[in-house]
């Protein structure tokens, strides 16, 4: 099994400081093989926010993989937000392109889900190009071909998930799903909505396990109270447990487990 914290839009510039002092604790205590963050790691893409979410990735214990969210582009320098949007990112936290980390028999695949701008009103929608679905579903191959079992971490949600975790999906998203099914891939880890969620994707016959974060740090719960998630991962099994910022700690909430068959996702009996 290959434990992986995964957290999601901690915002920093808009943090909860009673929440990253219990979050720091909780995952020195999981002590996970890799912590894997979906996006909005900052509120506004300012140097400050950056450098804060910098200092956080480097207290963890674990090795990480990030990927960007749509805060990340800076909002308030257009100058940069149009032609170098992740030149802040890549100067505090890493690649902004495709990722590839293999873990024992487990290949992380991170994408980038995020645009600077997009021919429609809200800029703050994921889109994936057809290249980028292209060039991810390459890499998924490869990775399934040398038996490792393929996740793939973004920040936007590629499917509806539960009540208002749903209202927005990535653009392109129903032709991303295909392809990732057809090229391997077994789970995608996002966040963005700030709802967390697990469950098998109907669009792709139960063969893909979505798995959304909530906000691990935010002030914008949305309703919920900060949340991330610790998954187990096996060559056929995943399970999922969630904590739950209660009292200045994080306590676990509740387990979901799935098993797969022939290549199919089904909650464990
Ligand atoms: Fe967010
Ligand atoms: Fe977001």
């Known amino acids: 099994m290959v434990k992986i914290a995964h957290i999601s839009d901690l915002h920093f510039g808009r943090t909860n400081p009673a929440a990253l002092t219990a979050l720091t604790q909780a ?4 002590e996970p093989d890799i912590t894997v963050i979906t996006g909005d ?3 506004s893409g300012r140097r400050r926010e950056f450098a804060e979410a910098a200092a956080f990735l480097g207290t963890l ?9 749509n805060h990340d582009a800076p ?6 937000r149009f032609f170098k949007p992740w030149a802040r990112y890549e100067t505090h936290i890493g690649d902004a392109s495709i990722q590839r980390l293999a873990l024992g028999p487990l290949s992380l695949v991170g994408v980038n ?13 994921g ?12 890499i998924a191959r490869e990775e399934q071909d040398a038996g490792r079992q393929v996740f793939l971490a973004l920040h936007h949600p590629v499917t509806l998930g ?15 799903l295909q392809a990732f099914a057809e090229n391997g891939v077994s789970a995608i880890l996002t966040g963005h909505v700030h709802v967390a969620s697990a469950a098998p994707i109907a669009a792709t016959d139960d063969r893909i396990l979505s798995i959304q974060a909530g906000t691990a740090l935010s002030t914008r719960e949305r309703g919920e109270q900060p949340s991330f998630g610790l998954i187990d991962a096996g060559d056929d099994q995943i399970r999922l447990s969630i904590k739950r910022l209660a ?8 387990e979901q487990a799935f098993t797969r068959k022939a290549g199919v996702w089904r909650p464990a009996a």
């Open 75 to 80: 909002v308030y320098n257009l100058g940069l």
């Open 27 to 30: 995952l020195d205590a999981a």
């Open 247 to 254: 009292d200045g700690r994080f306590e676990p909430e509740g």
């Open 127 to 138: 889109r994936l190009s057809k290249s980028v679905i292209k060039a991810a579903s390459a």
């Open 61 to 69: 214990k674990s090795r990480f993989l990030a990927v960007p969210g």
């Open 162 to 176: 539960p009540g208002k975790a749903g209202s927005r999906i990535v653009s392109n998203g129903e032709q991303a």
């Open 41 to 43: 790691l900052t509120q």
């Open 113 to 125: 889900s995020a645009r600077r701008a997009q021919p429609r009103l809200n800029w703050s929608y």
